[in-house]
T-cell receptor, first 112, second 113 residues
Framework: RKEVEQDPGPFNVPEGATVAFNCTYS??????FFWYRQDCRKEPKLLMS???SGNEDGRFTAQLNRASQYISLLIRDSKLSDSATYLC?????????????FGSGTRLSIRP | GAVVSQHPSWVICKSGTSVKIECRSL??????MFWYRQFPKQSLMLMAT?????????EQGVEKDKFLINHASLTLSTLTVTSAHPEDSSFYIC?????????FGPGTRLTVL
């Protein structure tokens, strides 16, 4: 089983829609969780860290469910500029907090 | 904020040649750098952890003699793909920073003919 798993998509939704991604992780001892955004042929950019209590940044909401070992990302009122690949990331077992493993990414395409 | 630069941004080479990729931390001291590889439409796969002044730690399945890592200073880590072959064509990207914040380099796109 992969350490971090995501639905690869693609998700194709109209502008203004709400879209949600889930990501599961296998290591129950993981402590740090993140969502990254990656545009085509570019490096990933940190979108937001995910905290136990859940956190929100504008149209983006991240949730962590430790019991079920998944994290989620909700995008409200989606914009054309949200089209990208969204990667979840989790810190690796027995390593420094800086060593993180990425999921395969979920492709999102927003249509006008 | 902290910036990580990477050079070259892209390279095309013949099969059998070696390619060196440099990753520099511009305004912080990088005791550790992480090297990833990404094939088209796939995720970033961690290859190795580069440690300043000591040997790199390689992930399972990554050949240390194939992918040579040198981290001789606090601002520079290098990855050399030795005797590159077409299957090594990929997007190579480094990541470094402090324990609080990490940054990716812009990546190097390697194409081996």
């Amino acid at each position: 089983r992969k350490e971090v798993e995501q639905d690869p998509g693609p998700f194709n939704v109209p502008e203004g829609a709400t879209v949600a991604f889930n990501c599961t992780y296998s290591n129950s001892a993981s402590q740090s969780f993140f969502w990254y955004r990656q545009d085509c042929r570019k490096e990933p950019k940190l979108l937001m860290s995910v905290y136990s209590s859940g956190n929100e940044d504008g149209r983006f909401t991240a949730q962590l469910n430790r019991a079920s070992q998944y994290i989620s990302l909700l995008i409200r009122d989606s914009k054309l500029s949200d089209s990208a690949t969204y990667l979840c990331a989790v810190n690796s077992l027995g390593s420094s907090a800086s060593k993180i493993i990425f999921g395969s990414g979920t492709r999102l395409s927003i249509r006008p | 904020g902290a910036v990580v630069s990477q050079h070259p941004s892209w390279v095309i080479c013949k099969s059998g040649t070696s390619v060196k990729i440099e990753c520099r931390s511009l305004d912080f001291q990088a005791t550790t750098m992480f090297w990833y590889r990404q094939f088209p439409k796939q995720s970033l796969m961690l290859m190795a952890t580069s440690n300043e002044g000591s040997k790199a730690t390689y992930e399972q399945g990554v050949e240390k003699d194939k992918f040579l890592i040198n981290h001789a200073s606090l601002t520079l880590s290098t990855l050399t793909v030795t005797s590159a072959h077409p299957e090594d064509s990929s997007f190579y990207i480094c990541r470094g920073g402090s324990s609080n914040e990490q940054f990716f380099g812009p990546g190097t796109r390697l194409t081996v003919l």
